[in-house]
């Protein structure tokens, strides 16, 4: 009996002490670990989840949307759910034509290895829906889920489109203006946790973790009516001499807005990468405008005659004999029509673009001299432009300068430049001498952008002698005669100009351009045309003049321009 005692008392000493290990556990569990496993058996039915911000417009300069994102939805398969309630290729059939697949692309996405598998990305919600909804074998579709997201739409693809940039996968802006300004478009993703019935999979709460911050909607300067015709004239400049690519600015000089910016070849930017070989790819998705660097040739007599007027060293009426050629140095210059020796005025030099008559010209300034008008109007830098791949161009300081170098600077060969430093050269003396940073962006989410400062850097009178000089270019005579228009008061110059190939010039390959103004009294409108290796014509005045006068022709009655202002010459 006293055995039967002992072996009850053993056993219940040990059941009292699983007891107590029990009591132990369950204090240790519902006191110091209470809120560990809260929080996993919270998990258990949780899903983290982005919410994508909405990235910002862009705009035109009345609101004309030229960049926008639409809502749109990544459909999502996990293989593990999928296998377990469903056959596999019987739901492929289903989703296939609902998704606008093909079986064997959504097959293997549900079969794939592991949790989380893609299976159709970017689609329209009503898709998404669609698909959801779906049942295979008479059973409600299990396995898949939607993550919300967004899609760049440009819903007017070919335009601007050089300069509007792009998206990488990732929805982050690669190019243009999406990635000078990606921080403000973008905004900053929010997170929320859904928690799900974990016997049905449906979500029963939405908790905000951090809240979405909205990308910042960008308006340009750009007129979208005007850049429409710019891109047409390029494509025309394009059919017609087969250029490497075109491209033109439109300025407004008084305040340095861009109006319109083109580039030739088109690119759709819904499709950037579609169609064409990556090498011409690459060159079309560039903006030329400003990443171009090409010697300007006679476009940049008008610094030449600008620095020396401004230093009071000859007036419009000053006259030179300019001689058949100059040399130097075993250098030969000429003009482009063959001459004896003739008597020739600042203003007839200009006109005719006589490159012997810029070089004496050049003598009067000297080294010195010459180099500083060539910086003063902002050549050798960028233009502080708010568009991203400006390039610096290339300016010899004088103690680069060979013997020959006062030959061939003043007229425009031995320095590179771009496009959008040469618009603002002729910007600046359009604006009555002050030179002022361009800028394409209006308004950053609503809020208007402070207007580049200008700085004065010729007299208001030169600025009004060479706008009256460059009348000249577009009369009778003159290198883009064919470019006028009756009743219209224009002004500007022709460049042509050899390019440089492995360290000699081309005799076959050339940058034709033309920059002139409208009206040239009190211009409101500054136009630049470059194009580069055209083939079949290579002058300034043939192959680039008559794109500017198109645009100008188009331009002054849509934006009200009085084309012929009453002016007083100031000039001979």
Same mark, same amino acid.
């Given at each position: 009996?006293?055995?039967?005692?002992?072996?009850?008392?053993?056993?219940?000493?040990?059941?009292?002490?699983?007891?107590?290990?029990?009591?132990?556990?369950?204090?240790?569990?519902?006191?110091?670990?209470?809120?560990?496993?809260?929080?996993?058996?919270?998990?258990?039915?949780?899903?983290?989840?982005?919410?994508?911000?909405?990235?910002?417009?862009?705009?035109?300069?009345?609101?004309?949307?030229?960049?926008?994102?639409?809502?749109?939805?990544?459909?999502?398969?996990?293989?593990?759910?999928?296998?377990?309630?469903?056959?596999?290729?019987?739901?492929?059939?289903?989703?296939?034509?609902?998704?606008?697949?093909?079986?064997?692309?959504?097959?293997?996405?549900?079969? $794939?290895?592991?949790?989380?598998?893609?299976?159709?990305?970017?689609?329209?919600?009503?898709?998404?829906?669609?698909?959801?909804?779906?049942?295979?074998?008479?059973?409600?579709?299990?396995?898949?889920?939607?993550?919300?997201?967004?899609?760049?739409?440009?819903?007017? =693809?070919?335009?601007?489109?050089?300069?509007?940039?792009?998206?990488?996968?990732?929805?982050?802006?690669? #190019?243009?203006?999406?990635?000078?300004?990606?921080?403000?478009?973008?905004?900053?993703?929010?997170?929320?946790?859904?928690?799900?019935?974990?016997?049905?999979?449906?979500?029963?709460?939405?908790?905000?973790?951090?809240?979405?911050?909205?990308?910042?909607? /960008?308006?340009?300067?750009?007129?979208?009516?005007?850049?429409?015709?710019?891109?047409?004239?390029?494509?025309?400049?394009?059919?017609? @001499?087969?250029?490497?690519?075109?491209?033109?600015?439109?300025?407004?000089?008084?305040?340095?807005?861009?109006?319109?910016?083109?580039?030739?070849?088109?690119?759709?930017?819904?499709?950037?990468?579609?169609?064409?070989?990556?090498?011409?790819?690459?060159?079309?998705?560039?903006?030329?405008?400003?990443?171009?660097?090409?010697?300007?040739?006679?476009?940049?007599?008008?610094?030449?005659?600008?620095?020396?007027?401004?230093?009071?060293?000859?007036?419009?009426?000053?006259?030179?004999?300019?001689?058949? #050629?100059?040399?130097?140095?075993?250098?030969?210059?000429?003009?482009?029509? =063959?001459?004896?020796?003739?008597?020739?005025?600042?203003?007839?030099?200009?006109?005719?673009?006589?490159?012997?008559?810029?070089?004496?010209?050049?003598?009067?300034?000297?080294?010195?001299?010459?180099?500083? @008008?060539?910086?003063?109007?902002?050549?050798?830098?960028?233009?502080?432009?708010?568009?991203?791949?400006?390039?610096?161009?290339?300016?010899?300081?004088?103690?680069?300068?060979?013997?020959?170098?006062?030959?061939?600077?003043?007229?425009?060969?031995?320095? $590179?430049?771009?496009?959008?430093?040469?618009?603002?050269?002729?910007?600046?003396?359009?604006?009555?001498?002050?030179?002022?940073?361009?800028? /394409?962006?209006?308004?950053?989410?609503?809020?208007?952008?402070?207007?580049?400062?200008?700085?004065?850097?010729?007299?208001?009178?030169?600025? $009004?002698? /060479?706008?009256?000089?460059?009348?000249?270019?577009?009369?009778?005579?003159?290198?883009?005669?064919?470019?006028?228009?009756?009743?219209?008061?224009?002004?500007?110059?022709?460049?042509?100009?050899?390019?440089?190939?492995?360290?000699?010039?081309?005799?076959?390959?050339?940058?034709?351009?033309?920059?002139?103004?409208?009206?040239?009294?009190?211009?409101?409108?500054?136009?630049?045309?470059?194009?580069?290796?055209?083939?079949?014509?290579?002058?300034?005045?043939?192959? $680039?003049?008559?794109?500017?006068?198109?645009?100008?022709? @188009?331009?002054?009655?849509?934006?009200?321009?009085?084309?012929? =202002?009453?002016?007083?010459?100031?000039?001979?």
């Amino acid at each position: 009996m006293k055995l039967i005692d002992r072996r009850v008392g053993w056993l219940f000493l040990a059941f009292s002490a699983l007891l107590a290990v029990a009591l132990l556990r369950a204090l240790w569990l519902g006191t110091v670990q209470s809120a560990q496993l809260k929080q996993a058996a919270f998990n258990a039915h949780v899903l983290s989840e982005t919410v994508p911000a909405q990235r910002g417009a862009i705009t035109d300069a009345t609101g004309v949307p030229l960049a926008l994102s639409e809502p749109v939805d990544d459909v999502v398969a996990d293989p593990y759910l999928v296998a377990q309630d469903h056959d596999a290729r019987a739901m492929a059939d289903a989703l296939a034509p609902v998704l606008g697949m093909k079986v064997h692309a959504v097959l293997k996405a549900l079969t $794939a290895p592991g949790g989380y598998s893609p299976v159709a990305m970017k689609v329209a919600p009503s898709v998404a829906q669609r698909a959801m909804r779906l049942t295979v074998n008479g059973k409600p579709i299990n396995g898949l889920s939607i993550e919300p997201d967004t899609k760049r739409v440009y819903p007017r =693809p070919w335009e601007l489109s050089q300069v509007l940039g792009y998206l990488n996968g990732s929805g982050s802006g690669v #190019s243009g203006l999406e990635y000078l300004y990606n921080r403000q478009l973008a905004g900053q993703n929010g997170r929320r946790e859904v928690i799900d019935n974990p016997s049905t999979g449906e979500p029963i709460s939405i908790r905000t973790v951090q809240r979405v911050r909205q990308g910042r909607s /960008i308006q340009l300067t750009v007129s979208s009516p005007l850049q429409s015709e710019v891109e047409q004239v390029l494509a025309g400049v394009g059919r017609e @001499w087969q250029p490497k690519f075109a491209t033109a600015i439109v300025m407004q000089p008084q305040t340095g807005a861009i109006l319109a910016l083109g580039n030739w070849p088109r690119v759709n930017d819904n499709t950037p990468y579609a169609g064409a070989p990556a090498p011409v790819i690459d060159n079309a998705i560039e903006d030329h405008a400003v990443a171009f660097t090409y010697e300007p040739g006679s476009t940049f007599k008008a610094i030449t005659v600008a620095g020396a007027l401004q230093d009071h060293l000859i007036t419009p009426s000053t006259n030179f004999t300019i001689p058949p #050629s100059l040399q130097a140095y075993g250098k030969v210059v000429t003009d482009a029509e =063959p001459h004896g020796y003739v008597d020739y005025t600042t203003s007839q030099i200009l006109k005719v673009s006589s490159n012997i008559g810029a070089d004496l010209i050049g003598r009067r300034l000297g080294p010195d001299r010459f180099n500083h @008008w060539v910086h003063e109007f902002g050549l050798g830098r960028r233009t502080g432009v708010n568009l991203p791949g400006e390039a610096d161009g290339y300016i010899l300081n004088p103690s680069q300068y060979s013997g020959v170098s006062m030959l061939n600077l003043p007229f425009g060969q031995g320095e $590179a430049v771009t496009p959008m430093q040469m618009a603002n050269v002729y910007a600046a003396i359009a604006n009555g001498g002050i030179l002022r940073a361009p800028h /394409i962006v209006k308004t950053i989410g609503g809020k208007s952008q402070t207007l580049p400062r200008g700085h004065r850097i010729v007299s208001t009178r030169t600025a $009004a002698e /060479i706008r009256d000089m460059l009348r000249g270019v577009l009369g009778d005579g003159g290198t883009a005669s064919g470019a006028a228009i009756p009743g219209y008061d224009l002004a500007g110059k022709t460049g042509t100009a050899n390019v440089a190939v492995d360290g000699r010039y081309s005799k076959s390959q050339y940058v034709a351009s033309f920059i002139g103004m409208v009206p040239a009294a009190d211009p409101k409108l500054v136009v630049a045309v470059v194009v580069d290796d055209p083939h079949g014509n290579i002058y300034g005045g043939s192959v $680039a003049a008559p794109a500017f006068q198109k645009i100008v022709g @188009w331009a002054v009655p849509y934006f009200g321009i009085n084309p012929n =202002p009453d002016h007083v010459r100031t000039g001979s």
